[in-house]
């Protein structure tokens, strides 16, 4: 990665998918490999130092496709509660010594290690006084996003209700809304909809895992909130 530069990241996959019929949109499949696989090896293969994983909904059968990965993993006690509420989770359970944090969605199909690298690059590069990297493509936001240690125990010092887009607010002279042309940025799957569009435009067909055994697709589990 060229540089001493210590990252960690927050992989948010603890919502209830309500506008996807409540099922666990991170294990959609993709060429058989389900989403929150390919976001961690995508993570993993570009060098970042830790890696957080939030669940909340769904835990269990979350946590049953990511056994081999090298990632810690907690529990969102109140996932309900919003993305803030696990961002924060996330946030606190980093332990590594790191200065800057990834923030990554866990539905993003199209993400690999190059645009990681390239957002890290775009970090590495920001315009002086500027804390808060992320992607908008054609003038909209996207996700990933990269920030540093400032921001981090800015967000941890504020009330519950601060996460990443009020910080982002409350400081926009400090946030580089880094140019991308890279769609991939602003793919997310949310709606059935989403998963029709993507297949329209990349010909790539996500596809819902055959449920095995007791499991149900409105199966949650929000016991043990960190492991």
């Not at 054609?138 to 996003?145: F, R, T």
Request: proline share 7%; aromatic share 6%.
């Amino acid at each position: 990665m060229g540089s001493a530069l210590k990252i960690g990241t927050v992989l948010l996959a603890a919502g209830s998918a309500s506008r996807m019929g409540r099922r666990p949109k991170c294990l959609l499949e993709l060429e058989g490999e389900p989403l929150i696989r390919r976001q961690l090896r995508a993570l993993l293969d570009a060098g970042v130092d830790e890696v957080v994983v939030v669940l909340g909904h769904y835990a269990d059968r979350i946590e049953a496709v990511i056994p081999d990965f090298s990632v810690k993993r907690i529990r969102n006690p109140d996932p309900d509660a919003g993305q803030i509420s696990s961002l924060r989770f996330g946030l606190q359970s980093l332990t590594a010594p790191v200065d800057s944090v990834i923030v990554a969605l866990a539905d993003q199909p199209l993400i690999s290690a190059q645009e990681i690298f390239d957002l890290i690059d775009a970090y590495k590069n920001r315009p002086n006084g500027s804390h808060f990297v992320q992607p908008h493509v054609a003038a909209l936001p996207g996700n990933p996003v990269m920030f540093g240690s400032k921001v981090r125990a800015d967000i941890l010092a504020s009330g519950p209700d601060v996460g990443g887009r009020q910080w982002q607010l409350t400081y926009p002279n400090q946030v580089y809304r880094w140019a991308s042309p890279n769609h991939r940025y602003r793919t997310d799957v949310d709606t059935q909809e989403d998963i029709d569009l993507l297949f329209t435009q990349t010909g790539l067909q996500l596809k819902w895992p055959e449920l095995k055994g007791s499991e149900t697709d409105r199966g949650t589990s929000q016991s043990h909130p960190s492991k």
